[in-house]
């Protein structure tokens, strides 16, 4: 069952020094599921002292030891499967399936950077003078300071918490006040997986002021973020005061360019169903759906039956497709998306209202809008929820300048059977990541990331652990030789 989280620093699980809780709610029936610590400035110093002591041991520890406990952490969490995914189900609501899927997803995160930490190669470089020697050497930047979003409560803070931890570094993780248990989990399978004292940290409670002390402290030379664009401005001005090296992973508004060369119902099953995933609550969710309009009313029949034929509710339960949103914040955003989709003239053809046989919970029906006009507040402003706003286009020039207009480059998706079209289109979509004919694009073993105002830096794969290192430049001049 679901306990109250306390925090983890120099490898005790404690409260606030003051007392100081907060509630998490489930939102599947916003009912009190326990109670976070809400760190106070005394709890975040005693976290980064840890930390600092903690990386002076971990940074000596050998690769291959490294990986060794990597690998533990990674067995550990997959023994543990099915108490952390019902702990997620609990706290975000989302079908014990996809917490299933996400807690090995976060698993895999600690047994590829296991692999990777002996696989942190410098650089030979060959001098112009024969008595000198110059190569580059790379070293774990420090202590980081990761701070993860409620959407992937497990897999987010895994990127983070494993690549740092291969590359050498200590980490302070705060996760989501309304998922703090899925990150607690993987705390402790780090602590039982032997990893020295202070090597991982994790603290709860107000967000700005963790933040701002953290990333204030001298102690903390690395950033990382999962979060919106507005908090990942606000990170980015505070790191600049201390120059700290930052990766953040921020909001997109995924573009999916439907061409005229591919089955329709079969592209429109597949976005449908992807679309609805977490409830729409996915950085990388596809969310403005342009179909050329020879293919429009087959594709917008079909995924429209889809979204009115999953079933929606508590994710505990047996058949539930998708479950509720986080919080009551976010029905609100979706209403008024809605609302002002219509008013612009497009037709509602699934959902687009709460449901009226949930009483409680932060529900809402998995909704399509049909013919929406790209000034539309959808198609601008990203639509964290299960809401898919579906329009037309007629030429490749037109649909590339529509889907690359807005300030946000974290994934985009195209369906062509065509090969030259589908590669020009990956080619200029101004994205991170692409799908081509696929939509599950999150995997241990590739980058995750965006452009633009989407973020910077990468997660997961061999770029992943760059962003803890730093390259160390040498050069060396021999002695005369007798």
Request: charged share 25%; with cysteine; proline share 5%.
């Amino acid at each position: 069952m679901y306990r109250d989280i306390n925090l983890f620093i120099a490898n005790e699980w404690r409260g606030a020094s003051d007392g100081a809780t907060r509630q998490v709610t489930d939102p599947a029936t916003e009912a009190a599921l326990g109670t976070i610590p809400v760190a106070t400035v005394e709890d975040l110093d005693a976290a980064l002292a840890a930390a600092e002591r903690g990386f002076a041991v971990w940074r000596r520890t050998n690769p291959w030891e490294r990986g060794a406990k990597l690998r533990r952490v990674a067995e550990i969490i997959r023994e543990g499967a099915d108490n952390i995914a019902r702990l997620m189900t609990l706290e975000t609501g989302k079908p014990l399936a996809e917490s299933r899927g996400e807690v090995g997803a976060a698993a895999d995160q600690f047994e590829w950077y296991a692999e990777e930490t002996k696989r942190i190669y410098g650089q030979t470089i060959e001098s112009r003078a024969t008595d000198s020697r110059m190569q580059v050497i790379l070293q774990p930047v420090g202590v980081v300071a990761a701070f993860s979003a409620w959407n992937f409560p497990a897999l987010l803070p895994a990127r983070k918490i494993a690549a740092a931890l291969g590359a050498g570094c200590a980490v302070i993780v705060k996760p989501a006040g309304e998922t703090p248990a899925s990150c607690a989990a993987l705390v402790a399978a780090c602590e039982a997986a032997g990893l020295p004292e202070g090597a991982v940290n994790m603290v709860t409670g107000n967000s700005s002021l963790i933040a701002r002390h953290l990333i204030g402290s001298p102690i903390v030379r690395k950033v990382s973020l999962t979060g919106s664009v507005p908090v990942g401005k606000e990170i980015l001005h505070l790191a600049a005061d201390g120059v700290k090296k930052v990766s953040m992973e921020l909001g997109g508004h995924g573009p999916v360019i439907v061409f005229d060369d591919v089955d329709p119902v079969q592209a429109a099953e597949t976005c449908a169903t992807t679309k609805f995933r977490n409830c729409g609550q996915v950085c990388i969710s596809p969310t403005r759906f342009y179909v050329h309009e020879s293919r429009y009313d087959a594709f917008a029949v079909r995924f429209a039956e889809v979204a009115k034929g999953l079933k929606l509710g508590n994710g505990l339960e047996e058949g539930v497709q998708v479950g509720p949103m986080a919080n009551r914040r976010g029905i609100d955003v979706i209403e008024r998306m809605v609302a002002d989709a219509v008013e612009k003239g497009a037709e509602v053809l699934a959902g687009g209202a709460r449901p009226r046989d949930l009483n409680a919970g932060y529900f809402f029906e998995p909704t399509v809008l049909g013919h929406v006009p790209d000034e539309a507040l959808v198609m601008t402003e990203e639509p964290f929820g299960p809401i898919a706003p579906i329009t037309t286009f007629r030429d490749y020039d037109e649909v590339i300048a529509r889907a690359n207009a807005l300030p946000f480059g974290l994934a985009g998706y195209v369906f062509s059977n065509d090969l030259g079209r589908a590669t020009r289109a990956w080619e200029d979509l101004e994205v991170g990541m692409v799908g081509v004919n696929e939509m599950l694009l999150a995997t241990a073993e590739a980058p995750f990331g965006g452009i633009k105002e989407s973020g910077m830096g990468r997660e997961g794969g061999s770029f992943g652990i760059g962003d803890y290192l730093e390259p160390k430049y040498v050069k060396m001049k021999l002695a005369p030789t007798v």
